[in-house]
């Protein structure tokens, strides 16, 4: 069993920066990857972004791409999103993700995090 929790969101005028943190615990030994998710008022979940454990490996959506950066820190058992230049168009709820594969550049979750809100004013 996997338990992830996400920290670091808020409210933040457009242009602002903010990063969230997701804190994984539990056995990894299942886990490949780690990503984030975003849901916005009214729409499906979509991936952000993800990172292979290793760190070597990571994808971006276009909406996101050169503006959020993913990190890990292994030894801290730790995922960040690092957010920069947001938008109105960035507010949702955002979601920690750990899964055991990628394919098509998108995380395949198995487990997911409660999720911390993020909203940019403009």
């Known amino acids: 069993q996997v338990l992830l929790a996400e920290s670091g969101g808020g409210l933040v005028q457009a242009g602002e920066s903010l990063r969230l943190s997701c804190a994984k615990s539990?056995?990894?030994?299942?886990?490949?990857?780690m990503g984030w998710f975003r849901q916005a008022p009214g729409k499906e979940r979509e991936s952000v972004a993800c990172?292979?454990?290793?760190?070597?490996?990571?994808y971006y959506a276009d909406a996101v791409k050169g503006r959020f950066t993913i990190s890990r820190d292994n030894d801290k058992n730790e995922v960040y999103l690092q957010m920069n230049s947001t938008k109105p168009e960035d507010t949702a709820v955002y979601y920690c993700a750990a899964g055991s594969s990628i394919q098509g550049g998108t995380l395949i979750p198995t487990y997911w995090g409660q999720g911390t809100l993020v909203t940019v004013s403009s």
């Open positions: 539990g056995s990894t030994n299942d886990i490949y990857a």
């Open positions: 990172i292979t454990w290793s760190g070597r490996i990571s």
